[in-house]
């Protein structure tokens, strides 16, 4: 069985659109086929704001991989590219968060689907839109244009 699961990329420690790119890869090879790819977007820190901006990205890969074993390829992946897990929302070279899974909603002590705040952040909601517009969110019965159009966040996504 094919599943859509739907990707946010993000890091501010390095070369970063270097890490995406290599990122972007190891997902392929060990996940599945990316069927979607955002632009980069550059955004100033969200949550914690003394640290430099980061560099974002959504991508869309079909797998055929359950929603937990989507979440252990991408925290080894993580690992891999030189993530240190430290502080909630600090520096790193490279975040994997698993925004959507088909349309499903999971709720697990270690993953929740959809992610709990992507309608209240720019650098998710800009390239969500690039690539998903008319996306329905499972949860909000919104569109990511929607979603986009009424955040609150006030932190400019730049696309590069």
């Known amino acids: 069985m094919s599943n859509k699961v739907v990707l946010?990329?993000?890091?501010?420690?390095?070369?970063?659109?270097?890490?995406?790119a290599k990122c972007?890869?190891?997902?392929?090879?060990?996940?599945?086929?990316?069927?979607?790819?955002?632009?980069?977007?550059?955004?100033?820190a969200w949550g914690v704001e003394n640290q430099p901006n980061f560099i974002n990205q959504v991508i869309e890969i079909e797998t055929d991989l359950s929603p937990t074993e989507c979440l252990t390829v991408c925290q080894n992946i993580e690992q891999e590219l030189?993530?240190?897990?430290?502080?909630?929302?600090?520096?790193?070279?490279?975040?994997?968060?698993?925004?959507?899974?088909?349309?499903?909603?999971?709720n697990m002590p270690d993953l929740k689907i959809p992610h709990p705040f992507i309608q209240d952040r720019n650098f998710v909601l800009f390239p969500l839109a690039e690539i998903l517009p008319n996306y329905r969110h499972p949860k909000l019965k919104k569109t990511i244009l929607e979603l986009k159009n009424s955040c609150s966040d006030n932190l400019e996504a730049i696309k590069i």
Request: glycine residues 10%.
């Open 8 to 20: 946010g990329l993000g890091g501010n420690v390095g070369n970063v659109q270097n890490t995406l």
């Open 24 to 44: 972007v890869d190891l997902l392929s090879c060990k996940l599945g086929e990316v069927q979607l790819k955002s632009s980069l977007y550059k955004t100033k």
């Open 82 to 106: 030189g993530r240190i897990r430290k502080e909630k929302w600090h520096q790193r070279t490279i975040d994997i968060d698993v925004l959507f899974f088909n349309d499903d909603i999971i």
